[in-house]
């Protein structure tokens, strides 16, 4: 079996892949799985789709491929939009100033145990509202 035939059994529809989701999830919870195998493997494909996804070379194969169907289309039940992103940089000091200075509010709003007034300005500061979950990290060894 290759790599190719492995990723060529998984879902490519929303319907068979919602309906893979399902039947994934059901396995799971029903025992059919052990949920620390099953977290490696999800961590394992995260690393592998992201990996193939950010390669230069397979996309730009895939950008050059897509290319000869014009900007929109659809084929094999997907639709393709070929765009530019844009991203800007600035070298500005006023922006730098303004991100260091929210960056210093925020750190003094996470220490304040309550609410207080601003005894310079009389601003009525709150304090951050810490929001948190339980999570796992996964490292592949």
Do not use: H
């Not at 290319?67 to 800007?88: D, H, I, W």
């Not at 200075?101 to 145990?113: P, Y």
Request: aromatic share 4%; hydrophobic share 40%; net charge neutral.
């Amino acid at each position: 079996m290759t790599k190719n035939s492995v990723m060529a059994l998984m879902p490519t529809t929303k319907a068979s892949l919602q309906n893979f989701i399902k039947g994934a999830k059901e396995e799971i919870l029903n025992g059919y799985s052990e949920p620390l195998e099953v977290a490696i493997q999800l961590k394992a494909m995260e690393e592998i789709i992201k990996s193939l996804r950010q390669d230069p070379d397979i996309k730009d194969l895939i950008i050059s491929e897509a290319e000869k169907y014009g900007k929109t289309f659809e084929e094999k039940g997907a639709k393709f939009t070929l765009k530019q992103s844009v991203r800007y940089e600035y070298n500005d000091d006023r922006i730098s100033a303004l991100k260091a200075e929210i960056k210093a509010r925020e750190t003094m709003l996470k220490a304040l145990t309550g609410e207080m007034a601003d005894p310079e300005t009389g601003e009525i500061l709150k304090p951050a509202i810490k929001k948190g979950s339980d999570s796992i990290t996964i490292t592949l060894l």
